[in-house]
């Protein structure tokens, strides 16, 4: 696609329930990021993809977080056991690899109740 | 990592030009400096990077202080839709690639 692709753009859910958020990368782009923000608040780094090595998940916030990509396109992120606090827009993006210039999606908007 | 100062928010009249400073007295020599900016509602996106010398886009123009501890994005004339949280962001000298976004300066444009 023109760029890259985030879906839900919504998602309201209750506390407890596991939620999978998708985001389709611009096509070609190897490496793929994983940020949260919450209201107010700058990005907060999750994990990084780069073409078929081991990801950065460093900034995973605990292990109910989890990630993966497959074919080295589309990525998975999966959030298990929600908690109100997981309440945030989780954005995606992408680059060419090399550390360049992020292309982000719109984001997918959480609401745990 | 890297860290950066920059004010909460700025407020600029329409048509007007606006400095944005950006303090990284932290980064490494071979640091990058990205700026974005991030839209109502929207996801960021990138505005301009540099690494010692000016530089400058349709978008924007990046001064980059000779020491490199500090930069200044530029605007030449805000327009309303250039109000959005700008964020200044050198990558982690670890990683190689940007992790986490600060708060930015929420910039204000009024008619």
């Known amino acids: 696609g023109a760029g890259v692709s985030q879906s839900p753009s919504n998602k309201v859910t209750e506390k407890g329930k596991d939620v999978e958020l998708r985001c389709d990368p611009i096509?070609?782009?190897?490496?793929l990021y994983w940020y949260r923000q919450s209201l107010g608040q700058g990005l907060e780094f999750l994990i990084y993809?780069?073409?078929?090595?081991?990801?950065?998940k460093s900034g995973l916030p605990s292990d109910r977080f989890s990630a993966e990509r497959t074919g080295g396109s589309v990525s998975t992120l999966t959030i298990q056991r929600t908690q109100q606090e997981d309440s945030a827009v989780y954005l995606c993006?992408?680059?060419?690899?090399?550390?360049?210039?992020?292309?982000f999606g719109e984001g997918s908007r959480l609401t745990v109740l | 990592d890297a860290k950066t100062t920059q004010p909460n928010s700025m407020e600029s009249n329409e048509e007007e030009p606006v400095h944005l400073p950006c303090n990284h007295s932290?980064?490494?020599?071979?640091?990058?400096i990205h700026w974005y900016r991030q839209l109502p509602s929207q996801g960021p996106e990138y505005v301009i990077h540099?690494?010692?010398s000016n530089v400058n886009n349709r978008m924007a123009s990046l001064a980059i202080a000779e020491d490199r501890k500090s930069s200044t994005l530029i605007l030449h004339r805000a327009t309303l839709r250039d109000a959005a949280v700008y964020y200044c962001?050198?990558?982690?000298?670890?990683?190689?690639?940007?992790?986490?976004f600060g708060k930015g300066t929420s910039l204000l444009v009024t008619p």
């Open positions: 993006a992408s680059d060419s690899g090399g550390g360049g210039e992020l292309f």
């Open positions: 096509s070609g782009h190897t490496a």
């Open positions: 993809f780069q073409g078929n090595s081991a990801p950065d």
């Open positions: 932290t980064i490494s020599g071979t640091d990058y």
């Open positions: 540099g690494l010692t």
């Open positions: 962001i050198p990558p982690d000298s670890n990683s190689g690639y940007a992790l986490n």
